[in-house]
């Protein structure tokens, strides 16, 4: 079984601020990691994932995540942020044998205010 | 391309009656999966569609149940409402059960249960 812990529930940050998104998971087997954004009233978009090699990984928007399995983490960082990333941001956990079926965090409200 | 669309958007049911939702996949995409994303909440996967067959389902009772049509479109179905499955319900179509690593989401069908 795989489970999702995002640390935070929300995260209000300054325009041009840096932000980093926390994510724990759990699980017994390999893991893909992916991170997921929701704008107001819309469904959600990928940001990035991590399926193997480099621990770094890039995504849309200047964000970028880290694999960390020692730590079994997966935390979401943007250097500098805009009043457009306020959204709702989700982090989630699928494994080789469960393709398309992503367990989901409940979520990060991240606030951007000027 | 086109990508995923919902209908309807929003909805309005009372306690025991019976809605289908419907979807249309991403052209291209052979897999379809249904997630339920209560307020405030993540969401939590219901079943996938692959090929027109049921390839796995989350935690969630036999009244929720699914088609997928020769045309890889796709219909939840919930039988006896009840005020809980109050949603958001999002669908997600990909390619070969999500073995790409990424799921295109729709923008949701806002089921209202009174």
């Known amino acids: 079984a795989q489970s999702v812990t995002q640390l935070d529930s929300q995260v209000p940050v300054f325009e041009e601020a840096p932000v980093e998104l926390r994510c724990n998971y759990s699980s017994s087997v390999s893991v893909y990691l992916f991170w997921y954004v929701q704008y107001p009233n819309q469904g959600l978009q990928l940001l990035l994932k991590?399926?193997?090699?480099?621990?770094l990984v890039k995504g849309i928007n200047g964000f970028e995540a880290e694999f960390n399995k020692s730590q079994t983490s997966f935390h979401l960082r943007k250097p500098s942020v805009h009043i457009s990333d306020t959204a709702e941001y989700f982090c989630?956990?699928?494994?080789?044998?469960?393709?398309?079926?992503?367990?989901f965090g409940a979520g990060t409200q991240v606030v951007v205010t000027p | 391309e086109t990508g995923v669309t919902q209908s309807p958007t929003h909805l309005i049911k009372t306690r025991g009656q019976q809605v289908t939702l419907r979807c249309s996949s991403q052209?291209?995409?052979?897999?379809v999966s249904w997630y339920q994303q209560a307020l405030g909440q993540g969401p939590q996967f219901i079943f996938q569609?692959?090929?027109?067959?049921?390839?796995g389902r989350g935690n969630f009772p036999p009244r929720f149940s699914g088609l997928q049509f020769p045309n890889y479109s796709s219909e939840l179905n919930v039988n006896a409402l009840e005020l809980d499955d109050s949603a958001l319900y999002l669908c997600a179509s990909s390619r070969d059960r999500g073995s790409t690593g990424e799921l295109f989401f729709g923008e949701g069908s806002r089921l209202t249960v009174l």
């Open positions: 052209s291209g995409h052979n897999t």
């Open positions: 569609y692959y090929r027109e067959e049921e390839n």
């Open positions: 989630a956990v699928s494994s080789p044998d469960s393709w398309g079926k992503l367990q």
């Open positions: 991590y399926l193997s090699g480099s621990t």
